[in-house]
C-alpha cells in the first residue's frame, strides 16, 4: 500500500478537501494529491506537517509503518532491477 492511500482516506473520513488540507498543512493541493494518487512520496517532515494538519496522530505510527515498509519495497525493486542490468552488461 502507498502512504497516500491512507492520507486520502484520512483527509476524506475527516472532511478535509484537498485545498482545506493544504492551507492548514502548508502544501499545495497538488503536491497532497500527488501523494494520494501515488506519483509523489512525500519526504518524512512534510508527512510530519500533514498529519499534524489532519490532526491525526492516532494514525501516525500506522503512517510511517506503510511508508517505511513502501520505501524499502522500493529499494528492492531497484536492486533488482540494477542486479538484472549489471548481468546484462558484457565486459
Not at 497516500?4 to 483527509?11: M, N
Not at 494538519?53 to 522500493?74: D, G, V
Amino acid at each position: 500500500m502507498h502512504p497516500g492511500t491512507l492520507l486520502k482516506s484520512v483527509r476524506e473520513d475527516r472532511g478535509y478537501s484537498l485545498r482545506k488540507l493544504a492551507r492548514k498543512s502548508g502544501y499545495s493541493p497538488g503536491y497532497i494529491a500527488d501523494i494520494e494518487s501515488g506519483r509523489r512520496l512525500p519526504r518524512v517532515f512534510a508527512l510530519e506537517c500533514i498529519l499534524v494538519a489532519l490532526a491525526a496522530h492516532e494514525k501516525r505510527q500506522e503512517f510511517f509503518e506503510i511508508y517505511y515498509l513502501y520505501k524499502s519495497n522500493l529499494l528492492f525493486e531497484n536492486l533488482a532491477l540494477l542486479n538484472r542490468k549489471v548481468g546484462e552488461c558484457s565486459f
